[in-house]
């Protein structure tokens, strides 16, 4: 297995030399809210609605200062507009008032966060810190390192446990950018390009399938 993910984390790397977040933010807490809006929505909608929000909200300050109904305009087409907004003002003000306005760095202050769960608290751990053993877990992972065999199930806290056992601790904060960049233009969700795919010898999905149809000729 070592051997395998070792592979397979080269061959990502020669395929997306750089590993960086989707998400547009130049400051930590903005980090934080773009990821908050990512959920149940497109990076690339996020990154069109935060330049117009942090404009006008351009300071921690600004943000928790703001009124939930104003945040609403600025994010409405992300889905779920009313809970992000709610939990966008709150977690700043938590910023401020808890932890000296910086996004903090430790697992358990930052799941304390309105809107903050695991897959955003590693995303944060990894990109602001580099906490080495940070697993994004999100639906890309999810699907990817299953058909990979370097996962079972579909229970984001447990994948990420079992990748955590997998992965060098210093590779996986990369490993799962380079995941979600894989999961966009070759392993998608509905039509999979595996006769392209850099990862084809080690995806135990692939080879099974294969062996099927050989088997069935
Ligand atoms: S061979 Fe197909 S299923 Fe396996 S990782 Fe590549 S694209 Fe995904």
Do not use: W
């Not at 703001?66 to 709610?86: M, P």
């Amino acid at each position: 297995m070592k051997t395998r993910t070792a592979a397979i984390i080269t061959a990502l790397k020669d395929r997306y030399p750089d590993a960086v977040c989707a998400l547009h933010a130049a400051k930590d807490y903005e980090l934080m809210i773009a990821v908050r809006l990512s959920a149940q929505c497109t990076d690339a909608r996020v990154n069109q609605i935060t330049p117009a929000l942090f404009n006008a909200y351009p300071t921690l300050e600004s943000i928790a200062n703001a009124s939930i109904t104003d945040i609403e305009q600025y994010i409405r087409s992300c889905g779920f507009f009313r809970q992000k907004a709610k939990d966008i003002v709150l977690a700043c003000q938590m910023l401020l008032s808890d932890y000296g306005g910086r996004v903090p760095d430790t697992m358990e202050a930052l799941l304390k966060l309105p809107g903050v769960g695991r897959k955003t608290a590693n995303l944060l751990l990894g990109d602001l810190y580099s906490v080495p053993g940070s697993v994004v877990c999100d639906t890309h992972c999810i699907r990817i390192c299953s058909r990979l065999g370097l996962s079972q199930g579909k229970d984001p806290e447990k994948v990420e446990r079992q990748l955590r056992a997998v992965l060098p601790p210093e590779e996986s904060s990369d490993f799962c950018h380079r995941i979600v960049l894989f999961g966009r233009d070759v392993c998608t969700a509905r039509s999979p390009k595996c006769t392209a795919c850099p990862l084809q010898a080690y995806c135990t999905d692939y080879l099974s399938k294969s062996s099927a149809s050989a088997g069935s000729l």
